[in-house]
Each structure stands twice: as structure tokens, then as C-alpha cells.
């Protein structure tokens, strides 16, 4: 997506015919399965199902350009060895959204290097501060690392512990561990104070990360294309698609020579 564009859902000339609209959002929906670095502009125009216009169109095309030119790109899996380190980035896009103010959260999970689970996805509610809005993205991540968690065990797998969760915001990260700022904070809702207590556990632990390294920033906000691909980079890798297996582009069909038996 543009980087200084806005959809507004009250914007431009509504389609006459919406149903090529949906299909191609819906579509670019299933495609997020394995392209994590399309989650957030296909998260943002889906929201403009029910009255789709020429802007949001646009946007999909957009889309859909950047789509054909990284037909190549896709999840890479690599062997770990155990025990493996299970790791979460998180972040949000506070008042990000010009029609409701509410935030955008979220959160990379990885498996040593793999990228095993992603979300991209609006908060249900107003948040106050750029901190509640973050604190917010944390305790998600930290639910499913929680659960994900809970699955390796079940699978066999070894984890270390405590579970990293990356954040870029300081006060985020201070109200994790610190109970001073209770106070300060009595306007986050209680069922978010979620992390302190896996954090007292000492079943996770959150590590501050500079937001020029942050690559959960993806899903929150339209980037520019520099950062776009730096960022894309660490989700996506470019080699050859895996669901062709070995065939061959040129591949020419085996010849048959008609045999004729002569009967004497």
C-alpha cells in the first residue's frame, strides 16, 4: 500500500458491479496463508466489503501488481535443532485508522528461524495511549506463544525458556515487569495485565527492540518501499515455488511411435 494514502469508506464513486471486488479480496485473503508481508493491506481492504469503491479497487490492484512481481516468494522451513528457541515480535499502530481511531496490532512468532504464526488485526477498542495500545499487541502475542507453547510440548519438542517477547515501545515494556506503574495505568483493562503475570512466572520474558529493527511493523502501517522490503525480507524468501515440485518448465511429452504389426 501507499505509505500516505488513506481509504476512507465514504470516499470516491461506490461499484457498480462489487463482486469482482470480493473476489479478489477474497482470494488475496487465502493468499495470507503463506504471505505474511500482504496481511496488513489485505487486512485493510477487507473492511470495505459491503460498499467497496473506485479508491479501494485501486488498492487491490496495487496489490495484485506487487503480487506478480514476487510470484517467487514464500515461507522458507529449515531443520532446528532441539531445544528451540520460541520468539515473538510485537507491535501496534496507535489511532492508526482514520475512521475509528482504534489501533492496529500486530505480532510475528518464530520458531528458531521459521516464521510459524502472524496476525494482522484492529483493536475492538479505543486505546488512550500509544502504550496501552502496544501493551495491548503484547498480551496478544503472548497468548499465542502461551498456546503454541503448549502445542510443542504436546508434539515432543523441546523450547527454551523464557519465551522472548520483542516490543519497541518502553513503557510497554516497563508496565511487563514493573508493578510502580500501577497508578498511571489504571485505564488498561485488567485481562491485559495477562503478560505481568506470565512474566512473573518467568515463563516469558520481554526484550526491548529499536523500531528500525522491528519487524512486526509491517502489520500494523503501510510502509515505504525501502523499509517494506527490508522488513519482507525477514518474513518471505525468494527461491522456487515448492508446490511444482520437480517439473520442468520445458518439459516436452515423451514421443510415441505407433507400432504396426503386419500379418502375413
Known amino acids: 500500500m501507499s505509505a500516505k494514502s488513506d481509504l476512507h469508506a465514504t470516499d470516491d464513486v461506490v461499484l457498480e458491479n462489487p463482486t469482482t471486488f470480493r473476489e479478489l479480496v477474497g482470494s488475496l485473503q487465502y493468499l495470507t496463508i503463506t504471505r505474511p508481508d ?3 493491506a489485505v487486512n485493510t481492504i477487507s473492511q470495505f466489503m459491503s460498499q467497496p469503491r473506485v479508491s479501494h479497487l485501486v488498492a487491490v490492484k496495487r496489490i495484485l501488481r506487487y503480487v506478480k512481481g514476487t510470484l517467487a516468494h514464500g515461507l522458507l522451513f529449515t531443520p532446528q535443532r532441539q531445544p528451540v ?17 482504534r489501533s492496529t496490532s500486530g505480532y510475528l512468532v518464530y520458531l528458531g528461524s521459521n516464521l510459524i504464526s502472524w496476525c494482522s ?38 523450547i527454551q525458556f523464557p519465551i522472548l517477547l520483542h516490543c519497541d515501545n518502553l513503557s510497554a515494556t516497563y508496565m511487563a515487569s514493573n508493578p510502580v506503574f500501577h497508578a498511571r495505568t489504571k485505564h488498561i483493562e485488567l485481562d491485559y495485565h495477562y503478560v505481568r503475570e506470565k512474566v512473573a512466572r518467568g515463563s516469558h520474558r520481554v526484550c526491548f527492540i529499536p523500531s528500525k529493527d522491528q519487524p512486526a ?20 524468501r525468494s527461491g522456487p515455488p515448492s508446490l511444482r515440485g520437480a517439473v520442468k518448465e520445458n518439459q516436452s511429452p515423451p514421443s510415441i511411435t505407433p507400432r504396426i504389426s503386419s500379418i502375413d
Open 38 to 40: 500482504i496481511a496488513f
Open 85 to 101: 528457541a520460541l520468539s515473538a515480535y510485537s507491535d501496534a499502530d496507535w489511532a492508526g485508522c482514520p475512521i475509528t481511531r
Open 217 to 236: 511493523d509491517l502489520l500494523t502501517k503501510p510502509l515505504h518501499k525501502s523499509r517494506h522490503l527490508l522488513f519482507s525480507g525477514k518474513l518471505v
Open 121 to 158: 488485526k484492529k483493536q475492538p477498542t479505543i486505546a488512550r495511549s500509544s502504550a496501552e495500545s502496544e501493551y495491548r499487541s503484547l498480551a496478544h502475542a503472548s497468548a499465542e506463544t502461551t498456546w503454541l507453547g503448549y502445542l510443542l510440548y504436546e508434539l515432543g519438542a523441546r
